[in-house]
């Protein structure tokens, strides 16, 4: 089951692709294990919902209609809300070949798949990546109280003014 926590909310996946039935494949993938999923049909649509919504989890489409996939990575990776810790996964519509594995790696993507998708694989992987996210929010939560004052330390301070 796709929760972060007992009783927390399921986690959320934003799928971005303009193919509707690679989307619904991934969707029908997630939804029944418990996963939120939202939908972005562009990269436009994928930054805005990403920022918005703070997804646990990315997966672009690499060739939507407007940005490349590796570019909507790249500005998420950018952007201080969003940063590196989300797992964002792009996929492709034929085989992945190396060039374009590397390529999304380095625009921080954590695994570039392409078709077909082993649904599977795919949710033992996003378990993993997850359990990744859960356990550095958490760091990165409990860094920012003073675990005896249960106060915020200079850096929640700042953190907590820039999401003002």
Request: hydrophobic share 45%; with cysteine; glycine share 8%.
């Given at each position: 089951m796709a929760e972060q926590s007992q009783g927390a909310?399921?986690?959320?996946?934003?799928?971005?692709?303009?193919?509707?039935?690679?989307?619904?494949?991934l969707d029908s993938i997630l939804s029944p294990q418990g996963y939120t999923v939202i939908r972005a049909y562009t990269g436009?649509?994928?930054?805005e919902r990403a920022r918005t919504a703070r997804p646990d989890l990315v997966i672009l489409d690499a060739q939507l209609p407007d940005i490349h996939g590796l570019e909507v990575c790249k500005q998420l990776r950018a952007d201080p809300?969003?940063?590196r810790l989300t797992p964002i996964v792009i996929?492709?519509?034929?085989?992945?070949?190396?060039?374009?594995?590397?390529?999304?790696?380095?625009?921080g993507a954590w695994?570039?798949?392409?078709?077909?998708?082993?649904?599977?694989?795919l949710l033992a992987r996003f378990n993993t990546f997850l359990e990744a996210k859960l356990e550095a929010d958490a760091l990165r939560e409990a860094?920012?109280?003073?675990?005896?004052?249960?106060?915020?330390?200079?850096?929640?301070?700042?953190?907590?003014?820039?999401?003002?």
């Amino acid at each position: 089951m796709a929760e972060q926590s007992q009783g927390a909310r399921p986690f959320v996946a934003l799928i971005a692709n303009d193919q509707e039935w690679s989307a619904r494949s991934l969707d029908s993938i997630l939804s029944p294990q418990g996963y939120t999923v939202i939908r972005a049909y562009t990269g436009l649509q994928a930054l805005e919902r990403a920022r918005t919504a703070r997804p646990d989890l990315v997966i672009l489409d690499a060739q939507l209609p407007d940005i490349h996939g590796l570019e909507v990575c790249k500005q998420l990776r950018a952007d201080p809300r969003f940063g590196r810790l989300t797992p964002i996964v792009i996929t492709t519509a034929g085989p992945s070949g190396r060039t374009q594995r590397l390529a999304a790696y380095e625009a921080g993507a954590w695994e570039f798949y392409g078709q077909p998708l082993d649904g599977e694989a795919l949710l033992a992987r996003f378990n993993t990546f997850l359990e990744a996210k859960l356990e550095a929010d958490a760091l990165r939560e409990a860094a920012m109280l003073d675990a005896s004052s249960g106060l915020y330390t200079v850096r929640g301070l700042a953190h907590r003014a820039r999401e003002i």
